[in-house]
């Protein structure tokens, strides 16, 4: 079965832009996250989709923004591009459902987004 | 304010041995805790978990240990191989108090990476 795709893989951009990031979850599973690496701090939570509703929100500023369709897929947008969102954008997909064991998420290889 | 630390950046191992990898926590909230492995170029795989209400999980050659009363968990990897060479991320979730059904934010450190040396 597919895995987690996002796309693009690699992008460059420059302050003041904006970008859109894409992410197509495993098939049947309803639930997208969002995460951003950076080598100072880490993975750390955007947002979670599930059933094209944000469930969950991270601590980012409104720049960053989310939604997902009806078929689970989502985008990611980000405005007014700033050097420090220079990044690893990792999309994970889940069943979304309520027990634990039922939730591991699943990554995708991530979009790598530079900002000049 | 970091909930989940894991205070060694990096950890070389001979292979053959044991590769122990630690990670603590702050928030008494979180009930289910994760390992992820990530290679350069990839996203994390997810390697093996653990619920809040046991304090040990096996799966071949890696087994996790908790200890609530210490917030202290652990992965140890035996026999440590090169292919296990990655950096090792562990994870945090409040499954019970998150919103909705099954609302499954992660909270991660910062990631060790281990060399298992030939």
């Known amino acids: 079965k597919a895995g987690v795709t996002q796309t693009p893989r690699y992008l460059i951009k420059t302050r003041g832009q904006q970008v859109t990031l894409s992410c197509s979850p495993i098939?049947?599973?309803?639930?997208v996250s969002w995460y951003q690496q950076t080598p100072g701090q880490g993975l750390q939570f955007l947002f979670e989709y599930f059933s094209e509703t944000q469930r969950n929100k991270g601590n980012f500023p409104g720049r960053f923004s989310g939604r997902q369709f009806s078929n689970s897929r989502s985008e990611m947008n980000v405005s007014t591009l700033e050097l420090g969102d220079s990044a690893l954008y990792l999309c994970?997909?889940?069943?979304?459902?309520?027990?634990?064991?039922?939730?591991?998420?699943?990554f995708g290889a991530g979009s790598r987004l530079t900002v000049l | 304010d970091q909930q989940v630390k894991q205070n060694s950046p990096s950890l070389s191992v001979q292979e053959g041995r044991i590769s122990i990898l630690n990670c603590d926590y702050t928030?008494?909230?979180?009930?289910?805790f994760l390992w992820y492995k990530k290679y350069p170029a990839e996203g994390p795989t997810f390697l093996i978990s653990i619920s809040s209400i046991k304090d040990k999980n096996e799966d071949g050659r890696f087994t996790v240990f908790l200890n609530k009363s210490a917030k202290h968990l652990s992965l140890h990897i035996v026999p440590s191989q090169p292919g296990d060479s990655a950096v090792y991320f562990c994870?945090?979730?409040?499954?019970?108090?998150?919103?909705?059904?099954?609302?499954?934010?992660?909270?991660f450190g910062k990631g060790t990476k281990l060399s298992v040396i030939p």
């Open positions: 928030n008494s909230m979180f009930d289910y």
């Open positions: 994970a997909s889940s069943l979304g459902g309520g027990a634990a064991g039922a939730n591991v998420l699943t």
């Open positions: 994870a945090a979730s409040d499954v019970r108090g998150n919103s909705g059904a099954g609302s499954y934010q992660l909270t």
């Open positions: 098939s049947g599973h309803r639930s």
